[in-house]
């Protein structure tokens, strides 16, 4: 019986900048029994793509078709293709020439119809960097379900696939224009084992050409991608990624955090977090390397704002942030600094490395000495085993990142700013439009008018709809372009799942009995009414725990409108 035979599909548009590199690399494989398929989707470039690929004759098979989008061109290899195995090359990537022969070798013994390996990064005027996916996460994970698609460790370029998985889960989703890749990927893994081969065996080159940085959608398609990471996932392909159904939507939320643009996801992964019944927390003691530490996060990026995040949620500070890009002052309100200003204290902190290109980092702070450095995968192998008490998440995200505001300076608001209080989480404002509410003061809290909230940073507020019928003014302020915007009935719900503590959950206080509720209302009237009427409070002490605690209130905001 001969060698499996290995069909390399190469779909390329506009791609006569690069695709002889890639063809060439294809046809350099030590491993003897490929077939190249180079797919032409519909290029404008005056035939210069058709001249290339029709120059290498029948070393390979060329396919020409109308412009479709890359999942169209695939699908029409996946039509021709003859091989037991499938990859997927881009017109502007490189095969290193032991990339098929190590993968198919692996397979064959593991017996795994899919793998994936490490890569190089080129970047323009020849700078070459590794990204190596066990050294940015616990070796551990990456073979757990759908853990390396949903945290972007793997490239297509790097997959191979037995025939028996393209058989059993069809073709690309034409529909999708920049992620198609992971949309096929996370359907395979969500059922199907990936074996990773920890070696670098191809490179994937970073250009201003590069088609998916241009193309209109792409913001779009990933608000898209991240909510079938959310919804189209099962109890069991979570908790085999995570341990659970809460740590998967925790780690997701983490994901989704340091990227703005992905508004639904970041919204609908909230709700996920908060209803998720299958909740289990971890051990809250910190590792020992962390502990009595002054810590920096080496990158600026993504993969540092995660680390952040993570962090702060579990009362861990950082000082600040490293980066070689100098336009970078701060970043999520900590200073940054480039590696040359830290040097001079270099051994008084702990660096953690937290980028996708985490080796060279590694390798460039050691080279100046810093004695303390770990990188992100040693933080996940604690953080990712003992996610936090789901109550801590919120109130973490909202006093670290956002200025939180009521609308609404009424019974709802009252009921609002209390529970809110109480969950730990800080209310900078209310806002109302009734002039006679202006300047209200409660805690050192004032309201301001919807003119002023306005004017300020709308990315950096949260705002809570407080009133009796908020969802017509909830699509006012959307249509406004605020983008953090939730009702009353959204924060009674998130405290009902306990991602937030009300006062119920202390034995003590609960704001949601009927005669609280009246006891709010009476302490609203009040503090509207004459001066004369607010003189008839009872002392502080003489009611039940709830009516005193209203009652210094408003005597320490009478006693400062004075």
Partial sequence: MGKALVTIVIPVYNGSDFMEEAIDSALAQTYENCEILVVNDGSRDHGETEKIALSYGDRIKYFKKENGGTASALNLALENMQGDYFAWLSHDDIYYPEKIARQVGEMESSGYKASFCDYHILREGGVKSSVTAGHCYPVCFLEKGVFPVVNGMIQFGGVLLGKEIIEKYGKFNEQLKTTQDFEYLFRILKKEGMQYIPETLYAVRYHEGQGS????????????????????????????????????????????????????????????????ADYRCGAEEI??????????????????????????????????????????????????????????????????????EVDGIVEGLKARGFPAVVTKSQFDTWSIQNPPRKETVLPAILNQHYEVCIYGAGQYGLECYF????????????????????????????????????????????????IKNPHILKQQFTLA????????????GMAGQGIMNPYKNEGGLDIFEPEKIRQIDWFREAFYKKEADRAKLPEPGTGDKFEEALVNILRNADKRRQ
């Fill in 213 to 276: 940085r241009n193309i209109q959608t792409v913001h779009q398609d990933a608000d898209n991608m991240y909510e079938m990471f959310l919804e189209e996932v099962g109890s069991k392909e979570r908790e085999a990624a995570y341990g659970s159904g809460y740590n998967y939507y925790y780690q997701m939320l983490l994901n989704i955090w340091p990227q703005k643009h992905l508004k639904r996801s970041w919204k609908k992964c909230l709700w996920y977090l908060a209803y998720e």
């Fill in 287 to 356: 590792p020992q390397f962390l502990q009595d530490k002054r810590i920096y996060i080496y990158g600026a990026g993504n993969y540092g704002k995660r680390l952040l995040l993570d962090m702060q949620i579990r009362g861990i500070e950082a000082e600040g942030f490293i980066d070689r890009d100098m336009s970078r002052k701060e970043a999520e309100g900590l200073p940054c600094i480039s590696p040359e200003e830290a040097e001079g204290f270099k051994k008084e902190i702990l660096v953690i490395a937290a980028a996708l």
């Fill in 419 to 466: 529970l809110l209080k109480d969950s730990g989480v800080q209310t900078a404002m209310f806002c109302d439009r009734d002039k006679q509410k202006r300047g209200f003061v409660l805690d050192d809290v004032s309201c301001i008018s919807y003119e002023e909230l306005e004017k300020k940073d709308k990315e950096k507020l949260v705002i809570f709809i407080c």
């Fill in 481 to 492: 372009c605020f983008p953090h915007v939730y009702t009353r009935e959204d924060i009674l």
